[in-house]
């Protein structure tokens, strides 16, 4: 299995509905983070937590909200889908400090 | 606010020849890393070295290595030895040391192409 786990993998819906990005990982890690990448704009930070009770907003967090479940999940969602939310989502977790991410598989949302 | 800066959308290399992918950064911190990750058409995202802003000696992994200026505040990435392989986006990107700021800030990448 994967050490950190993306679900659905591609997802289409339509305007308005509201939809949840699942993440979860076995790293053991308390640190988890999500992105959006664009084509041309890289990877954007969302919503980041350090544990199960900390999370906070990154740069891009208008339209979206999320919930930390347990330090081995972390989901997204969004409220009220719109064309402009089509994008690649990663899910990312990090031991801390200096380290790098392990990045999940991705979940590839089209808003119709 | 850390920004990165990638300013070759596109590059191109012959198989097994050398290429140096650009990055600069802006920061008014000492202490903090900088990574490469590798996201080859899978999407996966790939970590391809790191490199300790503290540390002078440039990062290597095989045919991947740094060229870190510190001052100038750059952060190249050169591949030796071109594979078919190494075709990819490849993203730079910047973290702060210092604990509670482990955010990392991408760039907007790079594409790399590999001619037979």
């Known amino acids: 299995d994967a050490d950190v786990t993306q679900t659905p993998r591609n997802r289409i819906t339509k305007t308005g509905k509201r939809i949840m990005l699942e993440c979860s990982q076995t790293k053991g890690h308390d640190r988890m983070y999500w992105y959006r990448q664009d084509p041309g704009l890289g990877l954007r930070l969302i919503y980041y937590s350090f544990d199960v009770k900390d999370i906070n907003k990154g740069e891009i967090s208008d339209g979206y909200s999320v919930s930390r479940q347990a330090q081995a999940k972390f989901s997204l969602s969004l409220e009220s889908a719109i064309p402009n939310q089509t994008a690649l989502y990663f899910c990312a977790t990090s031991e801390g400090r200096g380290s790098g991410y392990t990045f999940g598989s991705g979940t590839r949302l089209t808003v119709v | ?116």
């Open chain 2, 1 to 116: 606010a850390q920004t990165v800066t990638q300013s070759q959308p596109e590059m191109s290399v012959q198989e097994a020849e050398t290429v140096t992918l650009s990055c600069t950064y802006d920061t008014s911190e000492s202490d903090y890393y900088l990574f490469w990750y590798k996201q080859p058409p899978s999407r996966q995202m790939i970590l391809v070295i790191r490199q300790e802003a503290y540390k002078q000696q440039n990062a290597t992994e095989n045919r991947f290595s740094v060229n870190f200026q510190k001052a100038a505040k750059s952060f190249s990435l050169k591949i030796s030895d071109s594979q078919l392989g190494d075709a990819a986006m490849y993203f730079c990107a910047y973290r702060r040391g210092n604990f509670g700021n482990e955010k990392l800030t991408f760039g907007t990448g790079t594409r790399l192409t590999i001619i037979p």
